[in-house]
Structure formats: C-alpha cells, structure tokens
C-alpha cells in the first residue's frame, strides 16, 4: 500500500513480460511502469512519490526505483548480481529512506546492505564471510547467448525431435583458468528457475578443483516471462535438454581451451533428469555423468511425490499418465537406460520427498537389466545417502556430497587442478 493508503502497488503478467503498476482506489485505474523490455514485479512503495520494482535481465535481478511524477525508473547503482528485498520484512524502507538489500554476485556471498536513493551510495551492513579466501579467489560468470531451435548439431539418440521455434538461450560460463579445461554442463534445477550472476557454492567448488563450468537457462526457465516458462508445456525432454546441448556444442566450439574429451553433464533435481536425459539422448556428446536426486520414471515420479508437485508441476505440464501416457513413457530416461555410454554416477538420498530414492533404484535396475557393471572401474557408480532428503544445508552432508564428485570426476575424466 502507498503510505497514504490510496494506492496499491501491482504486478502483472499478462502481456507476457511481469510489469509493475500503481492502481488508484478512486479512480479504479491502474497505471502501469516502465516500457516492456524486461520482467518486472512491483516490490514496494519507498514514499508517495516514488515506488521500488525488481526487474531481470541477462541473469541479474536489479531493484528499479520509479518516479511516480515523470514515470521514469532506473537501476540502482550496485555491482551486477542479484539484489532482493527478501520475505523478511514488511517493507524494506528504512526510518531514513534508505532501502534494504540482500545483494550478491558470483564471486562475493550474500550480504546485507542499505542503499541511499537520493545520492546512490550504498553501505554494507552485514558482510559475508570467507574464512582463508577472498572475493578474488573465486570465478567470475561471463553471460553469452546463443540461438537455438531445440535440435543441436549432436545426434539425437532417444527422441528424434524436428526443430522448434528458435529462440536467444541465456548461459553462463565460469572459467576455471585451467588450459586445457574439462567442463562441467550444469542445467539448473526447477524447471520452473534459472542460473544467475549469483554466489553458487557447487560452482565455486568446481572451478577450484579446475573444473570449468557451464549454466543454461534454457526455455522453461524463469525471468523471461510467461510465454518463455510455458514452453516447457507438455515438453519436458524435448526442446529444453536440446538447447543445453547446443549451449554445451556453442562453448566446445567457441572455446579452443576447453577439453572436448573432457565434458560432463552434472545436474540436481530436475538438473539430474536432465543428467539422465542428456546421457541418454545425446551420448556423444559426454564423457560422463552425474545425476543427483534425479527423475528417472515419470509415471513412478507422479505416484509416489508429494502432492502438491504432482498437482502444481507434473499435472500442469504433462497431465496425468491416464491423460497422457505416452508422453510420460517416452519422456521417462529410464525408457533408454541401455542409451548411456559413459560412466554414470547416481546419488540420490534416501529420504527425499520429492523426488523419491525409488527414481534411482528403477534408473540403476534398467542398467543391470540391461548389461551394465557397477564399480569403481565400471560402467556407472551408485550412492544413496542415507541421512539426506531433497538435497541438505547440513554442513557435514555437503562437504560429503562435494568429495564425492570430485573423488568421481577425478578417477573418471581427471581434475584440472590438484
């Protein structure tokens, strides 16, 4: 609400694109913000006079301050990243008319400041800490686009697809600084999210150990509007896991210091159905694997999730498997199992909810069926982890999860770094 009451703040995506608009309680009229080029949601109100917007672009999430006067907005003036207002509080309007910001970036965590809209200065008022490293020490993301018709040059193994609409995939690449680098394609979960210019701990970790790093948002992610997210509508395995392999084919290409021998897909939750989908749809494409927490058996998915991801994700996508059950058996990784020809690892935990550990023991019986050796020095690797659910914060399931994939990717491809 506007301090005086009169006016609420709104957001809006019907045009496609979320807009931000002021709607007067007297006259019944919404007045709508900014020009349509990016997605915008309406966030507060900083006075009568001036309203506060989160806008993304280009994997930044940028606060815009409208001028309720002329209508003009802009950005504040902070590193590019990703700056929120969070959920903790009614309104991030301090006593003093500075705003309150969580802000980060992908070499520096989170942190806590208060920005002054009247000079754009800013002042950090909880710092992230670091323990032996620095901001420095850590890689930095380099956005790039690429067109994509859903069909990479690779071959097609599971679903032979004809092309889709093309569209500007969005990606980030986080050079390790080895040469020649082996490169981790990490599709981000959801689907319904994207890769930012964010700290993300996975990716730090992976760059460390000389690992260089590939996120795509591809089609179905978030922060592109609404036309954008709805085209993963009844497609999930289809043009999405596409444009990450064209993503994946763009930087080999692009890049002569990334390893072309050296290229694994490493995914969690929905990112581990794209694990297990980009292995057994576009094989040679990777020389390994590894699928954490990922979906396997859709139809098994839709059974035995909990129920609002089966109502609020599967049915809205794909229908139910009694509406639409081809759909559900050909997009299922399991269906191709005998597709992968690199070495796999599964990890799943045991007590997870949402993707229940049923996935991974369907996906690891279809390879035994099938022919395939599990071992060290086998065909694929398997993990449950018998303390975890969807994930963990716990510090100690963490460093376990990390020197996992590391002990795998270094036997199985070999680190940049020691």
Known sequence: WSPDGDRLLVSDNTPNLGRTGVYDLETDEVRWLGDGEYDESGVSFVDETRVLASRDRDAVTMPVVYDLETGEGRELDLPEGVASTGMWFSSPVLDDGRVVLQHTTPTRRPELVAYDLDNDEYETLLE????????????????????????????????EHDPYDELEIGALLYDSGERPSPLIVNPHGGPMARDSKSFDLYTQVLAMRGYSVLQVNYRGSTG???????????????????????????????????????????????????????????????????????????????????????????????????????????????????????????????????????????????????????????????????????????????????????????????????
């Not at 323990?131 to 679903?159: K, M």
């Not at 057994?280 to 694997?289: F, G, I, K």
């Not at 690199?342 to 019986?365: C, K, M, T, W």
């Open 128 to 159: 992230a800490e670091y323990g032996p490293f620095e901001p420095d020490d850590f890689a930095d993301a380099e956005y790039f686009t690429v067109e994509s018709d859903g069909v990479p040059e690779t071959a097609q193994h599971a679903v």
């Open 224 to 418: 592109r509007g609404r036309e954008f997210k709805e085209e993963l509508l009844d497609d999930w395995g289809g043009a999405e896991q596409g444009d990450v392999a064209t993503a994946a084919e763009h930087v080999l290409d692009e890049r002569d210091w990334l390893a072309d021998d050296r290229v694994v897909v490493f995914g969690g939750s929905y990112g581990g159905y794209s694990a297990y989908w980009q292995s057994v749809q576009y094989p040679d494409l990777y020389d390994a694997s590894v699928a954490w927490i990922g979906l396997t058996d859709l139809e098994d998915m839709f059974e035995n999730t909990m129920p609002h991801f089966r109502t609020e994700l599967m049915e809205k996508f794909l229908g139910t498997p009694d509406e639409n059950p081809d759909r559900y058996e050909e997009r299922s990784p399991v269906t191709y199992a005998g597709n992968v020809d690199a070495p796999l690892f599964i990890l799943h935990g045991v007590n997870d909810r949402r993707v229940p550990v049923s996935q991974a023991r369907i996906f690891r019986e279809a390879l035994d069926d099938a022919g395939y050796e599990e071992g060290e020095d086998g065909d694929y690797e398997y993990e449950e982890l018998g303390e975890e659910g969807h994930a963990s914060s716990d510090q100690e399931q963490k460093l376990r999860m990390f020197r996992l994939l590391d002990d795998f990717l270094d036997r199985r491809i070999g680190r940049g770094r020691p």
